[in-house]
T-cell receptor, first 116, second 110 residues
Framework: DTAVSQTPKYLVTQMGNDKSIKCEQNLGHDTMYWYKQDSKKFLKIMFSYNNKELIINETVPNRFSPKSPDKAHLNLHINSLELGDSAVYFC???????????????FGPGTRLTVT | DAKTTQPNSMESNEEEPVHLPCNHSTISGTDYIHWYRQLPSQGPEYVIHGLTSNVNNRMASLAIAEDRKSSTLILHRATLRDAAVYYCILSRGSQGNLIFGKGTKLSVKP
């Protein structure tokens, strides 16, 4: 039973194309995230959604648009792909952070995006 | 966001304990200390987290200094499967976002 799944695992596409990466979690979590890991292996948060509402939007080009049809899914749509978008994208989920408590995040296996 | 400092790499022998240090001298009172690890070609995996007291779980122990300016992740018996990059991360209690640093690459020798 996969807790956080992403599709596709690999995505190779050309500059200028539009692509989507899908993420689903079956943990019943309220909060989902997208992270980007670049070629230097730095992991950086891009977006966070709590119960289908955007709560974190780091400095990300507006070519990137997250879409949450329900709280179990958070898809990432990317318009006009650029070479610099090549990276591994990780989806994650957690219980909703509230008050003083912090909860562990569960990560998906990642999607390796290569833009040529 | 408060930052953490970790050694770039460490080596351990299989079945020996491993102590992975982390300095976080600018930690604030509401910052949690998290440890995640990332095995090659996989997503990060939660290891442990704590606020003030030492914590134990099935994977590891977290020892937090009294002034909270440093912490140590303890793997009691390293296995080859523990070879990974270990990230020490601070997060505010009510905010879920994790700010990953460079981490410590742990190598385990048989």
């Amino acid at each position: 039973d996969t807790a956080v799944s992403q599709t596709p695992k690999y995505l190779v596409t050309q500059m200028g194309n539009d692509k989507s990466i899908k993420c689903e979690q079956n943990l019943g979590h309220d909060t989902m995230y997208w992270y980007k890991q670049d070629s230097k292996k730095f992991l950086k948060i891009m977006f966070s959604y709590n119960n289908k509402e955007l709560i974190i939007n780091e400095t990300v080009p507006n070519r990137f648009s997250p879409k949450s049809p329900d709280k179990a899914h958070l898809n990432l749509h990317i318009n006009s792909l650029e070479l610099g978008d090549s990276a591994v994208y990780f989806c994650a989920s957690s219980q909703a952070s509230s008050g003083r408590f912090a909860y562990e995040q569960y990560f998906g296996p990642g999607t390796r995006l290569t833009v040529t | 966001d408060a930052k953490t400092t970790q050694p770039n790499s460490m080596e351990s022998n299989e079945e020996e304990p491993v102590h992975l240090p982390c300095n976080h001298s600018t930690i604030s009172g509401t910052d949690y200390i998290h440890w995640y690890r990332q095995l090659p070609s996989q997503g990060p995996e939660y290891v442990i987290h704590g606020l003030t007291s030492n914590v134990n779980n099935r994977m590891a122990s977290l020892a937090i200094a009294e002034d909270r300016k440093s912490s140590t992740l303890i793997l009691h018996r390293a296995t080859l499967r523990d070879a990974a990059v270990y990230y020490c991360i601070l997060s505010r209690g009510s905010q879920g976002n994790l700010i990953f640093g460079k981490g410590t690459k742990l190598s385990v020798k048989p």
